[in-house]
């Protein structure tokens, strides 16, 4: 969804908008989410797994979102 060359017409800016998001969850350290979820939901082993989550989440999204956009050469072998 955040790809550029897939999203097109209206609905372009929710590829901008997810843009974002992966640009903020990818943006925040993990030690930060870390201790958000800390307050969130406790201290133990689930907030450190929502962190890696959440981060992992931001880089994936942008690196799907990356190759994506890339243009596709087709090679014709004869």
Known sequence: MAA??????????????MRRVFD??????????GMIFVRA???GPLA???AVFVQDL????KLYAESTN???TNHHVA
């Open 58 to 61: 931001g880089l994936f999204g």
């Open 70 to 72: 890339q243009p596709t």
């Open 4 to 17: 550029r060359n897939v999203m097109n017409g209206p609905f372009r800016i929710i590829a901008t908008l």
């Open 24 to 33: 903020v969850l990818r943006g925040i350290d993990m030690a930060i989410w």
């Open 48 to 50: 450190g797994v929502m």
């Open 41 to 43: 939901v406790g201290l």
